[in-house]
């Protein structure tokens, strides 16, 4: 959900209903214009988007595309990507790590 703050764009956790502006949380513009096509949850609320289970966290990883969370093992990956890593769930990608900036946990 999007809601206007002083002429800028900010989005609500579909879980907490807490808002949030993109650039608060240092989210880039794309992926901003991609989280408000879908309900979008803050990394408190975040659930692995395969399985929709909160545990083993610390093997969660996030798409840098599209801002939402996997399991590792969901997604058949033994371990976090180095690099920008993006889903090929939602995102269309293969499921290997891309030459850029650092991912995993945000």
């Not at 209903?17 to 975040?46: F, G, N």
């Not at 939402?68 to 920008?84: E, I, N, Y």
Request: charge should be positive; hydrophobic fraction near 35%; include cysteine.
């Amino acid at each position: 959900m999007w809601a206007k703050f002083e002429n800028c764009k900010a989005f609500r956790c579909a879980t907490c209903q807490i808002m949030y502006h993109p650039q608060c949380i240092e989210m880039p513009d794309r992926m901003a214009a991609l989280v408000k096509t879908y309900e979008w949850s803050c990394v408190d609320c975040r659930v692995c988007s395969v399985c929709y289970k909160p545990e083993k966290e610390d093997q969660i990883v996030f798409c840098d595309r599209c801002d939402r969370g996997f399991h590792t093992f969901c997604v058949g990956l033994k371990q976090a990507p180095r690099g920008t890593w993006i889903c090929e769930i939602f995102c269309g990608s293969k499921l290997t790590p891309m030459k850029g900036k650092p991912a995993g946990k945000r």
